[in-house]
């Protein structure tokens, strides 16, 4: 039910209705509505419940235990968004010069250089407002700097066929041609392949360590020193550095770029459309390329300051992808969550993540679940194929995945990465307790018990929530949430 569902006319949240209405006479005629706008007409009480209801309804991480692979939904502590909401911060207009910016650009330039020290990179730019913006242009980076060197024959850009779904769309949309790295049966990339595919066209390699089969890369430095021997670069797919944090830093393994997604390790909401931010971080050779801008810091003691720096300062920029300085708000939270943690804290981030992921994945296992990779230790997140399963009872990860639901677990990442039948993606972040992993596991248990008793139990799952078993194809494809004024009401799938 909509909230214009409840509506009356003529009832109204008079208490929060403004003392005076505001002065319009400045606006031009053309551009003043004629007719009133279509809210809903209803009482303070009637929201309240209305959206009370409707977030009791919602799986989140402050409501239910979500192990989501590839896409961590860390949980975000309190203190980032009530500090990052400060009114200093909150009022400042983005279009404030600098002499009356400098708390919140000393704020911005701590924290590329917490990303440099993390990550072990040479320097670093908040301005790319998602990760997958992030992505793009550190792929444009590395083809400013062949095309720099006049090498204009680098034309092509490998990528594991475990990687994200992003990276080859990254490397396409920088104008260059994609070939696919198969992985070993181990978890790692094949070197022999690898090598194989090296040559005088290539650009470079996207990679994600931890990757996406949740497995640190043994033959990084190979790789690596293959990778540049042939004249390529190595960009580093952040998505996975919470499993690293404060232990391994991808500048040390040999990577010339990264991208980082600060929801994915630093604790800022999930973008979902907006607004996020994938700050992206260089070695030396690349860092006249980064994106614009980056604050600097100059002077000391009274002559102390901190500037913007844009295309003037910085010639060879790749420029600007997004208004002003990035979604500042975002960056702000991960400063603080970054500040509250410290460099001891965030060795435990990496530490916890790695262990939570290795009790489950024992636990599951001796339960008589079957890991994709049996022979490896899990990094933060593993993969459990049900193909087994799907086999003997006939069900599928899916239903699986649903049944998960009814019992108050947000469902891991299913099918993903594709090259695991069956495949059920887990990630249970370093914030979860052991009671909340061994209530997952048990429930596993019993759902696969279900499987084998009534298994049309789990082909119809889920059966507690508000909205049932969706035809998912038809809503990616025909996604239709809008609220229609004229007839009053919303069509949904």
Known sequence: MLIHD???????????????????????????????????????LDAVRHYTRLSQKNFSIDTHFYPLGSCTMKYNPRACNSLASLPGF??????????????????????????????GMHAVSLAPAAGAQGELAGVLMI????DARGDHARREVLVPDAAHGT???SAIMA??????????????????????????????????????????????????????AAGGLLYYDGANLNAILGKVRPGDMGFDVIHMNLH??????????????????????????????????????PGEKWVWQDEHSRPETIGRLTAFGGNIGIL????????????????????????????????????????????????????ITLKREAKDHGITTMDFAKRLLDYGFHAPTTYF?????????????????KEALDAFVETMIAIREEAVQNPEMLRTAPHSLPVKRLDDVRAARHLDLAYNSETNNATAI
Do not use: W
Not at 275 to 283: F, K, L, R, S, T
């Open 6 to 44: 409840h509506s009356h006319p003529g009832r109204r949240a008079a208490a929060q209705a403004p003392l005076h209405l505001a002065n319009c006479d400045d606006l031009p005629k053309a551009l003043r509505r004629k007719t009133r706008p279509a809210l809903p007409e209803v009482s303070e």
């Open 167 to 169: 990276n080859p769309a």
């Open 332 to 383: 702000l939270r991960a400063y603080i969550y970054a500040r509250l943690l410290g460099l001891e804290g965030m060795q435990r981030v990496g530490e916890y993540a790695t262990l939570n992921a290795n009790y489950l994945l024992k636990r599951l296992s001796a339960a008589g679940f079957q890991p994709a990779y049996p022979q490896r230790r899990a990094s933060h997140e593993f993969i």
């Open 175 to 228: 104008g260059f041609e994609v070939r696919e790295i198969p992985t070993g049966p181990d978890g790692d990339v094949d070197v022999e392949a690898l090598s194989q595919a090296l040559g005088p066209q290539t650009a470079g390699i996207m990679l994600t360590n931890p990757s996406t089969v949740g497995v640190f890369d043994r033959n990084i430095q190979v790789i690596a020193k293959k990778v540049h």
């Open 143 to 146: 083809r400013a700097y062949h």
């Open 90 to 119: 909150l009022a400042r207009h983005p279009a404030a010069p600098e002499s009356h910016s400098q708390g919140v650009m000393a704020c911005l330039f701590d924290l590329q250089e917490m990303l440099k020290a993390i990550t």
């Open 264 to 301: 994915k390790t630093f604790s800022t909401p999930h973008g979902g459309g907006g607004p996020g931010a994938g700050p992206v971080g260089v070695a030396k050779h690349l860092e006249p390329y980064l994106p614009i801008p980056l604050v600097a810091h100059e002077g000391e003691g």
């Open 417 to 433: 990465p594709l090259l695991v039948p069956e495949c059920l993606l887990i990630e249970p972040t370093e914030t979860e307790s």
